[in-house]
């Protein structure tokens, strides 16, 4: 079975600071990555996704993760981030096999921008 | 386009009592699934509809939880002689076949009391 692992349950971070929520995974098969984010009281949005080619994925509101297959991490990263860029945020992976595509998510990472 | 929609957006029962959850998908995705989400953890998930079918439940937790989708568009998800401990947020997520984006709903937020 798959899992997937995101250490930082909350991380603070200045406003205009960089910021890395780390997201590990495990799985005996090929899997697909992605990174929603949740604002309060809304639902999950998808921030990007990998599924094949470039290990460099950018997605939007200026986010970015990096795939390392030998590191089973899908890091998630802004270079400067925003007030609005609070929410929290989730890892989560399919497997790379038919009739299998339901998402297995981490426990989520809050992310807190300080004025 | 309109989202995906679910209702209740809250819902409140008593323990023993019977509920249903609808979910409206965004038109003309054929793959469905649902998602439990209890505080403090990432969505969990139950079950996966691939038109009227459901083609994999293997997450539902027991018996008491059952989901349709008679015509390949709403899904109920259903569920049985509540516990306190099915309190949770269901997350209803659509996607316009098994391999592409999920987009999920608001979440119903059910509280067993």
């Known amino acids: 079975a798959q899992s997937v692992t995101q250490l930082d349950s909350q991380v603070p971070v200045f406003e205009e600071a960089p910021v890395e929520l780390r997201c590990n995974y495990s799985s005996s098969v090929s899997v697909y990555l992605f990174w929603y984010v949740q604002y309060p009281n809304q639902g999950l949005q998808l921030l990007l996704k990998y599924l094949s080619g470039s290990t460099l994925v950018k997605g939007i509101n200026g986010f970015e993760a990096e795939f390392n297959k030998s590191q089973t991490s899908f890091h998630l990263r802004k270079p400067s981030v925003h007030i609005s860029d609070t929410a929290e945020y989730f890892c989560a992976v399919s497997l790379r096999r038919a009739g299998s595509y339901q998402l297995t998510f981490g426990k989520g990472t809050k992310l807190s921008v300080i004025p | 386009g309109a989202g995906v929609s679910q209702t209740p957006s809250n819902k409140v029962t008593e323990k023993g009592k019977y509920v249903e959850l609808r979910c409206d998908p965004i038109?003309?995705?054929?793959?469905l699934y649902w998602y439990r989400q209890s505080l403090g953890q990432g969505p969990e998930f139950l079950i996966y509809f691939q038109g009227t079918g459901a083609a994999d439940d293997s997450g539902l937790p027991n018996d008491r939880f059952f989901a349709v989708r008679p015509e390949g568009s709403v899904s109920t998800l259903k569920i049985q002689r509540t516990e306190r401990g099915d309190s949770a947020v269901y997350l209803c997520a659509s996607s316009r076949d098994q391999k592409e984006t999920q987009y999920f709903g608001p979440g119903t937020r059910l509280l067993v009391l």
């Open positions: 038109s003309g995705h054929t793959a």
